[in-house]
């Protein structure tokens, strides 16, 4: 006989939404320790996962049916894909508790009809962002916006639900719009003062930008732009930022660096200065909000910023 670990008290309080007064959540929820989201046939899912390079890994729940599923998958993480398994298992396994008919493809809706952005909505979007994939500047080119994220140029097309929707520039000439494009949305809202980008994806909402002005750049820093070579890392460190630097652009002091295990060529991340001697990486969510430093260690100079030690090539 297997007794109970937890008080149903504190079970109910592990999956209940610990965030819905913090306004900069928008429609993410989280619990303690649990991602919460609610699928319209099955009732909320709580679950948490994680990945490496090379390993990828999620626990999801449905309380309501007392029903659970595992995925371990030895490859790349693609998140899209284990989302897709992990919620067709989940209503299989709900059919069959149940006996009911669930529908299984609901979250394969068909691509949506776009049309180009008004003079409006082009000046409304147009401005400089820190975002969950680097900084971002959209610009107006004739009657399209368009920006350039890693090298790739996108541009963006409104979608009959009224968000907007990004399309990939081949060569950047030739617009398509791969499904993993077409399926999110993107909206603008301002939010407890910040301007932000949300991102609508099967019935979750999440914060991905912000947009963001210049800070004035002290001399001092603007003297320390340049390359830099992470001088603290020890033996068996796996993924590792590479050509870390320092950069002047469009009016911001730029962290920049790359992580080809992960196709990230430079990822541009826009800072803003405090001080002398230190900065704040702009924009909200994992990663922004960290402080890069200058520090003096036995008379050398080196910049600080998550653990590592950069010195200047």
């Not at 368009?146 to 617009?175: A, H, M, W």
């Amino acid at each position: 006989m297997v007794g109970k670990i937890l008080q149903p008290a504190t079970l109910k309080e592990m999956l209940r939404s610990q965030n819905e007064q913090v306004a900069l959540d928008v429609g993410f929820q989280i619990g303690l320790g649990w991602m919460l989201r609610n699928n319209l046939n099955i009732g909320t899912i709580a679950e948490h996962g994680g990945a490496t390079l090379y390993h990828r890994s999620q626990l999801s729940l449905l309380p309501e049916h007392k029903l659970g599923i595992i995925i371990s998958v030895n490859s790349p993480p693609t998140g899209d894909l284990l989302m897709k398994v992990t919620n067709t298992a989940l209503k299989l396994a709900v059919a069959v508790k149940t006996g009911k008919q669930i529908p299984i493809d609901d979250d394969d809706q068909p691509q949506q009809s776009t049309r180009m952005l008004t003079t409006e909505e082009r000046q409304k979007a147009a401005g400089q962002y820190a975002t969950v994939l680097g900084y971002a500047r959209l610009t107006a080119d004739g009657d399209e916006l368009v920006t350039e994220i890693d090298g790739k140029t996108l541009d963006f097309v409104v979608r009959q639900d009224g968000y907007f929707s990004l399309r990939y520039k081949l060569f950047g000439l030739f617009p398509i719009q791969p499904k993993a494009l077409a399926d999110v949305g993107l909206s603008l809202r301002s939010i407890a003062g910040h301007d932000l980008v949300l991102a609508h994806y099967q019935g979750q909402t999440f914060v991905v930008g912000e947009k963001i002005k210049p800070v004035p750049i002290p001399n001092a820093l603007r003297n320390r732009l340049g390359e830099y070579q992470i001088i603290n890392l020890a033996d068996g460190d796996g993924v590792v930022p590479r050509q870390c630097a320092i950069r002047e652009k469009d009016g911001f002091l730029m962290l920049e660096y790359s992580l080809p295990e992960f196709e990230i060529n430079n990822m541009t991340l826009p800072i803003a200065p405090l001080s002398d001697t230190e900065a704040l990486i702009l924009g909200l969510g994992r990663g922004m909000q960290e402080t890069v430093r200058i520090v003096n260690q036995n008379g050398t100079e080196y910049v600080t910023y998550s653990g590592y030690l950069l010195q200047k090539k």
